[in-house]
Every structure is written in structure tokens, then in C-alpha cells.
């Protein structure tokens, strides 16, 4: 296993949890790393990750910055090693936060330039597949996506797409679209407007299937902002409690969804948002600047308590 380059403390020593409530997910991603890195040992295809994810976050590096102007402080991260394995919990924990945190910058600017527009957020579904044939389905379901937004009936101008996979009671894959749509002024009382019905004929005809699927459209109320759904939108791609459940049906999703996007974008929200269907480079956070730096803490990971606990350097 991995060693801290760091002294090792004995277990009087604070958690992290303890010093700071805001991080304590930490040692709960980190413990499912642990468990996901298990399922990979040995894997003929993807056996290195294992190695990649047990190196993964073992040391936090974090900041000490003032919390306000009563003298407190909190905690930043400054800097740790990251596998970027993409079923790394903590890295798709990380990712995610990232992707949440450009979301919330960059779509105030389309609420700006779109003031009067509408928006949408629709999820899509399929029945259940098994998981060896997920890629296929999630191909299918693209290319059902791809004559849906072509069709002259199909409402928006733009779009931001993510994709969700969870697992089912049997063992199934259930791959899911979430998507947030920006529609025009008039769309709920105009001649466009479609009804629940109307859109789930629209999705079954896309997919040339001979059933009705499943289908959610909610519009956001009028006072309310997108920026509300970025957590439901851009949440994860694979529930961390499927990955650690089943080992082989873990490593049978890794397979599948290998190097498969899921973000995408389009219309007249894509040059804004474009940024989401990139690969964060940064797992950290933003850089601090201005802020006034206090001195640094540091955390090594304890695999048998389950928790991070503070370490000298």
C-alpha cells in the first residue's frame, strides 16, 4: 500500500472530518476509492487503475485562510495527487464539483444575453438493458438524440445534455438523459408547445420503438433560475454506491462506457457552455488569489479507520 511522505500519526491525532465539517465527504469517497480500486485489482484490461487509484488523494494538502473577519479560519485545498481515473470517486467527486462550479459561473451570462427565454428540463429514458449491452444502447439512445433535436416540432435553441447510468434491482443498466433546454418567450403559449404526451411520442418515434418510455419534462417557474438544476444535472454519471455494489457488473460498465462522453452540448448555448464537455485539468479549486495564506495543514488517509487524519511534514 501507499506511504504517506509524511510522518505518520497515531490515532490521537485530529480527523479532518473533526476539524472541518464541509470536508468531511472525503473520507467517504475516499473509502469507496479503496473498494473500487479492489474491484480493479487484477482486471486484465484495467488491472493499472488499481495501482492509479491506491496512490490516488492518500495526502491532502490544505491551506489555512481566514474565515470571515471574527478571526476564524478554514480550510482550502492546496494541492494533492489525483489518479483521474474516471471511475475514481473521488476524482468523478472532484470532477463533478468542478463541472457544478463553471456551470454556475457561465450560465448567469446566458440568463443575461436570453432574458426573456424559457427553460426546460427534460429527462429521457429507455427500458432497462443489460449491462453488456449498454454501449450499444447508449449509441442507440445518441442517435435517437440526434433526430430528436432535428425534428421541426423540437422546441429549443439550445441544449446542455448529461448522461446517467444506474444500476438495476437485477442487475440491469439503466442509462438515462438528463438535459436543461433553453425554448423561446412564447413557447408555453404558442402553437410549439408540446404536452407530456406530445414528447413522448416525440422520443418513441426517435427511437423507432413500439413502446411508451418513460419520459419527465418540468419548465422552470418563471422567478426561478437554471442555475437551481446544475446539481441534478451535472451530478454523477454512475452512482458511487452502484460502482462499490458489484464487481462484476463495475468492471462490465467500465468496459462499456470506455472514453464515452457525458456532457455534451448545442445550439446557441454551446459556445457558452462548451467548456463542460472538457475534462477539468484542475481537481483542486480555484487558486485563492488575494487571499491572505495562514499556513498549511496537512492529511494522510487511514484505510483501516476509514478517515483522514492530520500528519506532520
Known sequence: MPENSASVNSTDAPALSELSQRDKPWDKHRANADKVANHYRGDEDFGNYANRIDFCSQLLDFRLVPDGSDGDYKLKLAASRFC???????????????????????????????????????????????????RRTLDWMNVAWRRFIKRKVFPAIGWVRSTEVTRGKDGSAHPHFHCLLLVSPGYFAGKNYLKQFQWVELWQKCLRIDYKPILDVRPVKRGSQPMDLIPELLKYCVKESDMVKDKDWFLEL???????????????????LKELEEEPEDLIGDDGEGEVDEGHMYFGWRKQEKLYRKVER
Open 254 to 272: 467500465t468496459h462499456q462506457m470506455h472514453k464515452m462522453r457525458c456532457v455534451v452540448t448545442g445550439g446557441v448555448v454551446k459556445e457558452y
Open 84 to 134: 483521474r481515473v474516471r471511475h475514481c470517486p473521488v476524482c468523478q467527486w472532484r470532477r463533478s464539483m468542478k463541472w457544478k462550479a463553471k456551470a454556475y459561473n457561465l450560465l448567469p451570462k446566458i440568463v443575461r444575453d436570453f432574458p426573456k427565454h424559457r427553460w426546460l428540463f427534460l429527462t429521457l429514458t429507455v427500458k432497462n438493458c443489460p449491462i453488456t449491452e449498454l
